[in-house]
């Protein structure tokens, strides 16, 4: 029934906000926007935030249908991903109420656009190794540092910052999450140009930056427990609903291209089965969350399955040489490279399959 309630909402609003493959960054952006609004007025953002804070109290299984849904009629990406499908979820576990009734409706309503500022140039997969200071200092903490590969920072109102509160060294331990303003004195954005040519993400500086301490989330130098449940959202099966159908087009794609060609048949054939599995497993995972059980076992095999899947499927259509559609095939093939980096490589998630779901020994 809700599969159908939000397909026929679709069919009449869906046509105004697709974007096309000819549109330029800033261009997409506004649309992107736009999408967001409209899906706010409608009631069909933060599906399963409690009522009180704007949202329906429905589950995870709702959530991923209308990703499935919304893939399939090609609307944007939301700009305010990272506010709705990160930092949302932290706020509800480790946020106080103060900073539940202030952040919570403007990321809903898509007027406030949060990054992420983990990654640093010497933090990545190590994420404890963040050198980010905050220093408490009177009636506020200081921040000095740099943060790299920080998506939508340009846009961004916000960013949600781990930074060091505890002395050098002191690992996950001596960390905290901190909610800062991008328009503060100190801060500098500077925009990264990507491979592809377009540029999404951007490297952010901190300078002296002050921030009162009601922007911490969760307590501190208990930041690491409030990075690890954005990280397993990042990873989990939301995001991969979202992938999942974008995957259906490029095997869609793969097939017009594929001709009579004996290779590149069977490959198609063997990949449509491997999307088939990932999303059995995406569906697993959703069903674990609607019945409270812990999905986060699953979070690093969806990851791995759906990137690595999307990726063997752009080279075989890159491969396939077709003249039509050459050009779509190579922008894919470098715009895919990135994905089994973002939100923690396959080699880490390999590590964490084989130390924390198997047990084996390091
Ligand atoms: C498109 C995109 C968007 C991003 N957006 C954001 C964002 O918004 N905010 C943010 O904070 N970050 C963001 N990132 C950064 C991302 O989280 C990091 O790139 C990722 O965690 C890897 O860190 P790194 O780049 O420092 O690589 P490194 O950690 O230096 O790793 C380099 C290589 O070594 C391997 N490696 C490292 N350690 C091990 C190990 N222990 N065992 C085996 N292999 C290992 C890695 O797998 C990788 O192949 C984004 C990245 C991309 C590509």
Redesign the pocket.
């Known amino acids: 029934m809700f599969r159908y309630e939000v397909r026929q909402w679709l069919t009449s609003v869906a046509s105004k906000y697709r974007a096309t493959d000819h549109l330029d960054h800033d261009t997409l952006v506004d649309i992107r926007r736009e999408w967001e609004g409209e899906v706010a007025r409608s009631g069909y953002a933060g599906l399963s935030w409690p009522v009180e804070f704007g949202g329906k109290a429905l589950g995870p299984i709702e959530e991923f249908v209308f990703s499935e849904e919304c893939s399939t009629a090609k609307t944007p990406e939301e700009l305010g991903r ?1 506010g709705r499908l990160l930092v949302a979820p932290a706020l509800f576990v480790h946020g106080t109420r103060h900073q539940l009734t202030r952040f919570l409706p403007p990321i809903l309503q898509g007027t406030e656009i949060w ?5 640093e140039p010497n ?5 404890a190794g963040v050198t980010t200071s905050a220093r408490r200092n009177g009636e506020h903490y200081v921040i000095n540092g740099q ?6 920072g340009h846009y961004a109102q916000w960013c949600i910052v781990l930074a060091r509160t505890g002395i050098a060294g002191s690992r996950h331990h001596g960390l905290t999450m901190i909610a800062v303003p991008m328009h503060h004195p100190g801060i500098e954005v500077r925009r990264i140009v990507q491979l592809t040519g377009s540029s ?2 951007t490297e952010v500086f901190f300078d002296e930056v002050e921030v009162p301490p009601d922007c911490v989330i969760g307590a501190e130098n208990d930041g690491w427990a409030v990075a690890l449940t954005i990280l397993n959202a990042e990873r989990g099966a939301r995001m991969a609903a979202l992938a999942l159908k974008s995957m259906s087009d490029i095997l869609a794609l793969l097939d017009h291209c594929k001709g009579n060609h004996d290779e590149f048949q069977a490959a198609a054939v063997s990949l449509g089965s491997r999307l088939e599995l990932a999303r059995w497993h995406v569906m697993r995972s959703v069903e674990r969350m609607a019945s409270d059980r812990d999905p986060i076992p699953a979070a690093s095999v969806i990851k791995i399955a759906w990137t690595e899947l999307m990726q063997e499927a752009i080279r075989i259509g890159f491969r396939t040489n077709c003249q039509e559609h050459r050009d779509l095939w190579r922008y894919m093939e470098l715009e895919a490279r ?1 994905r089994t ?8 998630q390999r ?1 964490i399959i084989a130390e924390r779901i198997l047990g084996l020994p390091r």
């Not at 990054?115 to 990654?119: M, P, R, T």
């Not at 933090?123 to 994420?127: E, H, K, N």
């Not at 943060?147 to 939508?152: D, Q």
């Open positions: 990272v990054c992420q500022g983990f990654s933090a990545g997969s190590d994420l943060k790299i590969w920080t998506s939508y999404e993400f990135c980096i973002s939100a923690g490589s396959s080699e880490i590590n």
